[in-house]
């Protein structure tokens, strides 16, 4: 049924909403979700989320990252990085540790920031499960505006 092109594809998506999908109640995940449709209810998952450019959520999501191109209603509860892509369209309040949004991306609601260790502390035990690299850009970054500001201070 499923050849190997199908396996590649979905190599780490535990879960796909597809387009054509209308999924209602609550969805919850040890692993990564994708959605392409229309879900109407909350997501939680520990791994990722992404929202495909067409999708459209009416609900709250949860997740260590989440990666946004539709449309949500509701809350964000990212322990690692929000990113918003010029697509997307989020009405809602967002809790997060790292915020993104791409020119175009259109936000209404409260940003609230999780302390650096509650997020580091999240996204150590997500990345344990599964074996996720963390990015030395953000550790590159943030030494880099560390050394500016040791250099004000001298």
């Known amino acids: 049924m499923f050849n190997k092109k199908d396996t590649v594809f979905r190599e780490g998506v535990d879960t796909l909403v597809g387009s054509n999908t209308v ?22 998952v520990e791994g990722d989320i992404y929202v495909g450019e067409k999708a ?7 997740a260590a990252n ?5 449309t949500v209603e509701g809350n964000i509860t990212a322990k690692g990085i929000l990113k918003i892509l010029s697509t997307a369209k989020l009405y809602g309040d967002i809790k997060v540790n790292s915020f993104v949004a791409d020119e175009g991306a259109l936000f209404q609601g409260k940003c609230s920031m999780m302390d650096i260790a509650e997020g580091e502390k999240a996204t150590e035990k997500s990345a344990s499960k599964k074996n996720y690299k963390k990015s030395s850009v953000l550790d590159d970054v943030f030494d880099e505006k560390e050394k500016n500001n040791n250099l004000k201070a001298d």
């Open 56 to 62: 459209l959520i009416t609900g709250s999501l949860a």
């Open 23 to 44: 999924f209602s109640g609550n969805i919850e995940s040890d692993g990564t979700v994708r959605i392409d449709g229309k879900v109407k209810g909350d997501v939680r």
């Open 66 to 70: 989440v990666n946004l191109a539709g």
